[in-house]
């Protein structure tokens, strides 16, 4: 009889268990939503060409999955930031709003004369969003409040600031719609003449390789490593703790701003009450499917925006519900948590009790 199961941690993952196990439960994940799909009426041909082969493997499909990939990397590497440090950042939607809103101001408002309208935009929203987390970073280390309350708590503040914003000064006086007008076109990210992709996807791939630099190839990554590990460990060992922790928590609150700024200048162009929507799940799914590796963020986020492309495909041409669409993709991301599990666990299932 089996008397328990125990789990051991592996404390070296070869490369070839990793490729397995996501290709076991991305092949897992796409089984269970096809049989969604087929229950709901929608025939094995369509789901093929529609979903996979028009996703990506066509030109159009594939410009708008990256175009969608700006942020989803920009947000991912946001969450992985603030997790090396065991910093628990729930709160990117706050941060990504805030990063929009200072986008739009600088847009809206900014002399239209400057040259450096763009950099300038960029760079306030990254402050906007590292500003907006300043106050649960500083009470997790002075007073040790629960981060995750805190920056959940901020994200309704946010949003509501976009809605008296929206209501107010910035409705758009010509439609009366909760709308802002249009930032100027030099405030804007320029198009790379391919579908609606802009310069914002080049930005994010070269963001995450200096990350990559910064976590894996500095003393700085190993400062990190060391604190998310054990920080009590790291903090008698005389490592600068409190000033990792502060670094990887701001450097995620700027890139989750970063991203507001980059979906106004780059494909909105204009601050409306639905742009930060989503942005907190897909953020944290996209760092846990990446091991919370940068490099490995944008290959998650690519498949993580692909998969909304394709729920978008099946609301408007098959006229599925929200809530089957959601449960397609809530089954194929556990379906890769789950592999993810697997591969960093060992199950025994060895222990066994004679039956008396």
């Known amino acids: 009889m ?6 051991s941690r592996r404390q070296n993952i070869p490369w070839h268990l990793r490729s397995a196990t996501f290709i076991a439960g991305l092949a897992l994940g796409l089984g269970i939503s096809c049989l969604i799909l087929l229950a709901a009426g929608v025939s094995f041909d369509d789901i093929v060409d529609d979903l996979i082969t028009q996703v990506f493997f066509t030109a159009d499909g594939l410009a708008q999955t990256a175009t969608q990939a700006a942020p989803l990397i920009l947000v991912g590497l946001s969450s992985a930031a603030s997790a090396k440090v065991r ?3 729930i709160g990117l939607e706050g941060q990504v709003w805030w990063g929009a809103i200072a986008a739009t101001w600088i847009g809206l408002d900014a002399p239209g004369w400057l040259p450096w309208r763009l950099p300038l935009l960029l760079l306030i929203s990254a402050a906007a969003g590292a500003i907006w987390i300043l106050l649960p970073l500083w009470l997790k280390l002075r007073y ?44 804007r990210l320029a ?37 998310g590990l054990n920080t009590d460990a790291a903090l008698a060992s005389g490592l600068p703790v409190v000033s990792a922790v502060t670094c990887c928590v701001l450097m995620s609150g700027a890139l989750s701003g970063l991203a507001g700024g980059v979906i106004v200048a780059g494909t909105e162009y204009h601050l409306t009450t639905f742009i930060a929507d989503n942005y907190t799940f897909s953020g944290i799914t996209i760092a846990f499917l990446a091991r919370f590796s940068p490099l490995g963020v944008v ?21 599925l519900s929200e809530a ?5 993709e809530g089954v ?3 379906s890769l948590l789950l592999a993810r599990f697997f591969s960093l666990y060992r199950i025994d299932l060895t222990h066994w009790r004679a039956v008396r």
Do not use: C
């Open 2 to 7: 089996l008397d328990r199961i125990v789990l």
């Open 87 to 89: 910093f628990w950042n």
């Open 144 to 187: 040790r409040v629960s981060e995750v309350v805190l920056t959940l708590l901020l994200t309704n503040v946010a949003f509501l600031s976009v809605q008296y914003l929206l209501f107010g000064r910035w409705k758009d006086p010509a439609t009366g719609f909760p709308v802002s007008p249009m930032i100027d076109p030099a405030a």
């Open 191 to 227: 198009q790379l003449g391919w579908g609606s992709v802009h310069a914002g996807l080049i930005l994010a791939a070269v963001i995450a390789v200096m990350l990559w630099v910064l976590f894996d190839r500095t003393r700085f990554g190993f400062y990190a490593a060391a604190v």
């Open 299 to 319: 290959a998650a986020a690519l498949a993580v925006s692909g998969m909304y492309t394709a729920g978008g495909t099946l609301k408007v041409f098959y006229s």
């Open 324 to 328: 089957t669409v959601v449960l397609i």
């Open 332 to 334: 194929i991301l556990m």
